[in-house]
């Protein structure tokens, strides 16, 4: 059974940064592809980055590029995502994910908030 929790959310003043962390259990690391969702109220979940199960590919949203950098630790089976340049719009719930060779995201966290005010 994969387990995926989510930390380091918060409230944080416009321009500022959050790193969020997602510690995964019960499955091998390296073998998911990994991601970040949000979703803000009144919308869809979105995408936000993430990355192949080697590791070697990674992928953003256009809004995030260039703000926010996913990475992992495979020592300590966590997926983290350094979000800097926040703006008011990241305003959301965030929510880490994992998937298989199926390609469908079916493991979530249980997500953490981030608020950014202007």
């Known amino acids: 059974q994969v387990q995926l929790v989510e930390s380091g959310g918060g409230l944080v003043q416009a321009g500022g940064s959050l790193r969020l962390s997602c510690a995964a259990s019960?499955?091998?690391?390296?073998?998911?592809?990994m991601g970040w969702f949000r979703q803000a109220p009144g919308k869809e979940r979105e995408f936000v980055a993430g990355?192949?199960?080697?590791?070697?590919?990674?992928y953003y949203a256009d809004s995030v590029k260039g703000r926010f950098t996913i990475s992992r630790d495979n020592a300590k089976n966590t997926v983290y995502l350094q979000m800097n340049s926040l703006k008011p719009e990241d305003t959301a719930v965030y929510y880490c994910?994992?998937?298989?060779?199926?390609?469908?995201?079916?493991?979530w966290g249980q997500g953490t908030q981030v608020t950014v005010s202007s």
């Open positions: 994910a994992a998937r298989a060779t199926d390609l469908v995201y079916r493991y």
């Open positions: 990355f192949s199960a080697s590791g070697d590919t990674t």
């Open positions: 019960g499955h091998t690391f390296n073998t998911y592809d």
